[in-house]
């Protein structure tokens, strides 16, 4: 199986890389259009800002490339926000895969969200065999409100989407790398798909 994780100067790669290690998979981390447009799957990850993130990838057409992609798709974090419309941090114009606009928390919690919370309201292949209330790693001051796509929910401050899938593309607010066990059996379903 080809894996490919898709290189934008995103952070915390070398985690996610060795939670797919773990599994027995090897990735390529990788800018190249043909490798992602060939790999068996794609990781889109992110740690950072959202408006820098979204320069890096139209300087390397990665923002036309990423939404015509067929294979299974999965954003991470930033990954996730940058797949919708548009995010609040930066005024920010995202991919356009999901139909939402990110949002920064209210103020009347703490951002950002860091630590562990619960998922709530899980369906589809992606949380096979995760337990309900499985709790995840966040860490994140924005997030995509609740829409047709949510495949499951977090509260913090409000009910919010904590994973969206539409057609071959899924994406996750929490950091399966970083979510122990339940994590890794959400990469190992994303891998199975």
């Known amino acids: 199986m080809k894996v490919a994780i898709v290189d934008y100067g995103a952070g915390n790669i070398q985690s996610l890389r060795f939670a797919l290690d773990r599994l ?23 740690v950072g800002e959202a ?9 390397t057409g990665l923002d036309t490339l990423l939404p015509t992609l067929k294979q299974p798709v999965l954003g991470i974090c930033l990954g ?24 920064r928390f209210p103020t009347k ?6 630590g562990w919370n619960t998922l709530s309201a ?5 949380f096979e ?3 309900a209330n499985e709790y ?25 989407s904590t994973a969206l899938q539409k057609d071959n593309f899924y994406g996750v607010q929490f950091h399966p ?12 379903n994303f891998l199975a798909l």
Request: hydrophobic fraction near 40%; proline fraction near 4%.
């Open 24 to 46: 027995g998979v090897e990735s390529v981390l990788t800018a190249n259009p043909e490798v992602l447009r060939t790999a068996d799957k794609v990781i889109f990850p992110g």
């Open 51 to 59: 408006s820098s993130a979204m320069k890096k990838l139209r300087a």
């Open 80 to 103: 996730m926000q940058l797949m919708c419309n548009s995010t609040a941090e930066g005024n920010t114009q995202g991919l356009g895969i999901f139909d939402c606009e990110v949002q």
């Open 109 to 114: 919690v703490k951002v950002p969200q860091m």
């Open 122 to 126: 899980t369906k589809g292949a992606l």
């Open 129 to 131: 065999n995760i337990a």
């Open 136 to 160: 995840m790693y966040l860490v994140h001051s924005y997030y995509a409100p609740l829409i047709e796509e949510t495949i499951a929910a977090t509260t913090y401050g409000e009910t919010y």
């Open 177 to 188: 790398e970083k979510s122990s066990k339940a994590g890794s059996q959400l990469l190992s």
